[in-house]
């Protein structure tokens, strides 16, 4: 068995919160990233669930968060682009960006969950046929911040015509939730990094860490642009360790009724396999995953609707007793000592 590396490890979570009170779930939501950001976590990142209690604007949520954290990265995971408008979005990419010090990761993907739920709420003259792909294309062009033509008078003065706020090399921090092979095709020769979840196309393995392995190959042979190649994968990670019981029955529960689908192939997918058990299990399952290769990012993918005291379990001892004995580091050295 060889050992991995991880360079860099974060988390992702959708932000559940109760029907009745979906402020306490969101400020608990804040909570968890201000202590990722305690214990040293490279990166935060949101989910945008629609039609669920769960954050349905990641970024708007970012922003929030912008205002309570201060070195940690903060990632949209994901933001699908099939209900956005792309200059819209551009727009408030750049400004989260800046509230945050060019702390801001851009996930997006090309979909669009729930659309014939949603489509009678949307904007009439929506080009629904529209490929996905040339709304990310749009996205892109709207980041690089051309002029879009002459000056404009404003009211405080002439202006060029781009969308702004411009951030420069925002463009170059878009990660491209993928797991197809057109999507991981399309964002490495599109120079954008590559975010993987927990669903794959087989790509004609059988097993799930397998098939991410030959994407992430085919990702770097035909990676082409000028910013840096970057793979983050995804992993449901439940360590018990310090669990208390009633814990570990929940999250046994969890991990037990998603195992059915991790044992065969659904419509040419495979599924991730969750990681429960004592630390010592969760090393040797991730040391020995062909995906995670020394450069390859973590984002710890936490389940929904648990509790804060559970998340915050969760992290500690994946930060305490899992992610050391696999090479990575803090952010910091000072995080480090205040964690230890």
């Given at each position: 068995m060889s050992t991995a590396t991880i360079?860099?490890?974060?988390?992702?979570?959708?932000?559940?919160?109760?029907?009745?009170?979906?402020?306490?779930?969101?400020?608990?939501?804040?909570?968890?990233?201000?202590?990722?950001?305690?214990?040293?976590?490279?990166?935060?990142?949101?989910?945008?669930?629609?039609?669920?209690?769960?954050?349905s604007s990641a970024l708007t949520f970012l922003a929030a968060a912008t205002q309570r954290t201060e070195r940690i990265r903060l990632e949209t995971a994901v933001v699908p682009l099939g209900y956005e408008t792309p200059f819209r979005l551009a727009e408030d990419f750049g400004t989260v960006d800046a509230l945050s010090d060019g702390r801001l990761n851009v996930g997006v993907s090309s979909s669009a969950p729930h659309g014939t739920l949603l489509r009678h709420l949307g904007r009439i003259e929506d080009e629904a046929a529209i490929d996905p792909y040339v709304l990310i294309g749009r996205f892109l062009e709207a980041l690089e911040g051309h002029a879009?033509?002459?000056?404009?008078?404003?009211p405080y003065g002439p202006q060029t015509p781009r969308v702004q706020p411009h951030i420069a090399g925002l463009r170059d921090r878009v990660w491209l939730g993928g797991g197809s092979a057109r999507s991981v095709r399309w964002a490495a020769e599109q120079g954008l990094k590559l975010l993987l979840g927990n669903i794959t196309a087989a790509a004609g393995a059988d097993a799930f860490e397998a098939a991410q392995r030959i994407h992430i190959d085919d990702y770097y042979a035909h990676f082409a642009g000028t910013g840096t190649p970057a793979v983050g994968v995804e992993r449901v990670i439940l360590p018990i360790d310090s669990a208390t019981s009633d814990q570990r029955e929940r999250y046994a529960a969890f991990a037990e009724s998603r195992q059915a689908r991790t044992e065969q192939p659904t419509n040419g997918h495979l599924f991730q396999r969750d990681l429960f058990g004592s630390a010592d299990e969760i090393v040797e399952r991730l040391a020995s995953d062909p995906a995670i290769d020394g450069r390859t990012e973590l984002r710890i993918a936490l389940p929904y609707a648990l509790s804060l005291d559970d998340y915050r379990q969760i992290l500690s001892d994946i930060r305490h007793a899992v992610l050391p004995r696999l090479g990575w580091v803090p952010a910091t050295a000072a995080l480090a000592s205040a964690a230890a």
């Open positions: 360079a860099s490890a974060g988390f992702t979570l959708a932000g559940n919160y109760p029907e009745a009170d979906p402020a306490s779930g969101l400020e608990d939501t804040l909570r968890l990233f201000e202590f990722a950001e305690e214990i040293g976590l490279q990166v935060a990142g949101i989910r945008q669930r629609h039609l669920e209690r769960g954050v879009l033509g002459a000056d404009i008078p404003t």
